[in-house]
Nanobody, 123 residues
Framework: QVQLVESGGGLVQAGGSLRLSCAAS????????MAWFRQAPGKEREYVAG???????AYADSVKDRFTISRDNAKNTVSLQMSSLKPEDTANYYC?????????????????WGQGTQVTVSA
């Protein structure tokens, strides 16, 4: 079992930056594919970014070139650096992990979830 706890959310003006962190406990995350999802009010949860065991990363088109996902296996953490934030980035952001899956872009593939951290971007 892996427990995930997100932190770093908050209120920021458009164009600003935030860094989200996901701290894992219970097991090392080095064996897991990790990802960030987000969910805005009234919308479905959507994929934001992911990082495989190998370190390969992937991003949703809406955040490409603005967000950067990284992992520190020694510290058992995953981070999401967000820059050039837009009001449409406002959502609750979730960290997730899975050992193996056929579709890393679907939230249904993930076994472990954090409680989420709120990001609000004002215009």
């Amino acid at each position: 079992q892996v427990q995930l706890v997100e932190s770093g959310g908050g209120l920021v003006q458009a164009g600003g930056s935030l860094r989200l962190s996901c701290a894992a406990s219970g097991r090392t995350i080095s064996i897991y594919h990790m990802a960030w999802f987000r969910q805005a009010p009234g919308k479905e949860r959507e994929y934001v970014a992911g990082i495989r065991r190998s370190g390969t990363t992937a991003y949703a088109d809406s955040v490409k070139d603005r967000f950067t996902i990284s992992r520190d296996n020694a510290k058992n953490t995953v981070s999401l650096q967000m820059s050039s934030l837009k009001p449409e980035d406002t959502a609750n952001y979730y960290c997730a992990g899975v050992y193996q899956s056929g579709n890393y872009y679907s939230d249904k593939s993930y076994d472990y979830w954090g409680q989420g951290t709120q990001v609000t971007v004002s215009a």
